[in-house]
């Protein structure tokens, strides 16, 4: 599905402090950890691996030619540690426009040395098809031996390498029974999209493509910009705690009252609510299949609504509809229809994107929010402290800004990507979100006093 400007790749930017005066932490040292973590730990050697006598999806199997070289990778730099760093960003911007090498294991670490006071920089690369935000919690988890207070634990397990006359049994079963899971996945689909007597108003649930268009729905370019906004979890949960509503809600709140400011500062800001796609794992669930098992739905942004207490209330409502409609239908659907990809998608998505439809047809989402997963204590890289971990992901055509969100410490992090000739000013969206943060919190204390 990927084009020339669209990659399904999640990236991470990591801040570590080496331990102090120890004197013994450096790239190679950090390359011998790793390479002793890649032996222990599948997602790291294998590769997909498609032959032509595979009739299915490609296989996951352990690379014979892997080399830590090419995915671990050195750049010194100078900079600050702050949302917004000039230097640091764009540069991590520019590693998150290259596309990845497909025939190898899909992740790069880039080990960017050294910002003020000894901290390193580890800018990460995964392709989305290895892992989905409860994976690559996961696997974070395994890679630093974190502690999570609320992350599921779901592993990735080594099946071994699989052989000619597997893939090629299973390949051709599958491929067998594609013509009747097609017709069930039809009929299952137009029942539920009938189901209009318990769909609840377009005030609360949002309908496909009613989407406002704002100057980053747009086609992509194949560059990337990025910037983050490191959040107090206290302060939030405060906030959470007296709306009795939940962290996820709140956030959701938080990005559209600072997409307020930003459309309005670029006199862009429309007189609806914008509309963004929530991705939800569905790990457990029946038939789900592959690595990234995952769904979604659409909920509001009220951008629209001026008075705070008045949008979170609002935010509160859409977001508690929207989740129960989708829980409802039945939470697989999109990823259900998945087993269906093939080579036809990325032609398809190719020429869509050549042709520039996106800035033709209605808006289907404005962007995508994603809470990747969190609660992550005591993160170690090699015996270095993780300080923060600041996830971003793919963004689409006809919405160029992806936002996402987790928690490490105390810490809530959130990371905001998008195409810079789109959002130039990516980083003053990310300093809104601190700023409504501490207005909201000032204003819920105020209400309980």
């Not at 951008?303 to 697989?332: C, N």
Request: glycine share 8%.
């Amino acid at each position: 599905m990927e084009t020339p400007t669209h990659f399904n790749v999640g990236y991470g930017l990591m801040f570590i402090e080496p331990p102090a005066g120890s004197g013994m932490f450096s790239f190679e040292s950090f390359k011998g950890w790793l390479s002793g973590r890649c032996d222990e730990i599948a997602t790291y050697r294998q590769h997909a691996y498609k032959p032509w006598w595979n009739f299915s999806h490609p296989v996951w199997r352990p690379d014979p030619n892997f080399d830590i070289d090419n995915h671990l990778h050195y750049l010194k730099i100078s900079g600050r540690r702050q949302a917004g760093d000039g230097e640091l960003l764009t540069l991590c911007g520019h590693l998150a426009s290259i596309p990845m090498d497909l025939t190898r294991p899909l992740w790069e670490w880039w080990y960017l040395d050294s910002l003020d006071n000894g901290t390193v920089a580890m800018f990460t690369k995964v392709h989305e098809s290895c892992i989905d935000g409860v994976q690559g919690t996961t696997l974070t988890r395994q890679t630093t031996g974190a502690i999570s207070n609320d992350s599921p634990e779901i592993l990735i397990r080594d099946h071994g390498t699989p052989g000619t006359r597997e893939i090629f049994v299973t390949g051709l079963l599958e491929r067998a029974s594609r013509p009747a899971y097609l017709v069930a996945q039809i009929w299952r689909t137009a029942a539920l999209t009938l189901r209009k007597n318990q769909k609840p108003s377009s005030d609360l649930l949002p309908r496909a493509f009613t989407a406002p268009r704002t100057h980053f729905n747009r086609t992509l370019t194949a560059n990337r910009n990025l910037a983050y906004a490191r959040l107090d979890l206290k302060a939030v949960k405060a906030v959470k705690n007296h709306y009795r509503t939940t962290v996820n809600t709140v956030v959701l709140y938080l990005v559209a009252s600072a997409l307020r400011n930003y459309l309005l500062c670029a006199d862009d800001l429309p007189d609806g609510p914008l509309v963004a796609y929530i991705p939800k794992a569905v790990h457990g669930a029946p038939g789900v299949e592959g690595r990234n098992q995952t769904s979604g739905f659409l909920t509001y942004l009220h951008t629209e609504v001026v008075d705070a207490e008045q949008r979170m209330s609002k935010t509160i409502a859409s977001a508690s509809t929207s989740r129960s409609y989708f829980e409802s239908l039945g939470p697989t659907l999109i990823s259900d229809w998945a087993r269906f990809s093939s080579p036809l998608w990325g032609k398809g998505l190719r020429l869509y994107s050549r042709l520039r439809l996106a800035d033709k047809h209605k808006v289907l989402q404005s962007l995508v929010i994603s809470n990747i997963g969190g609660g992550l204590i005591d993160l170690d890289l090699g015996g270095a402290r993780v300080v923060d971990l600041i996830p971003f992901a793919s963004i689409y055509d006809g919405s160029a800004l992806f936002v996402g969100i987790t928690s490490v410490n105390d810490n809530l992090d959130i990371g905001l990507i998008g195409c810079p000739e789109y959002t130039p000013d990516i980083g003053y969206l990310a300093e809104q979100l601190s700023k409504e943060l501490d207005d909201i919190a000032i204003l819920s204390g105020r209400a309980e006093e």
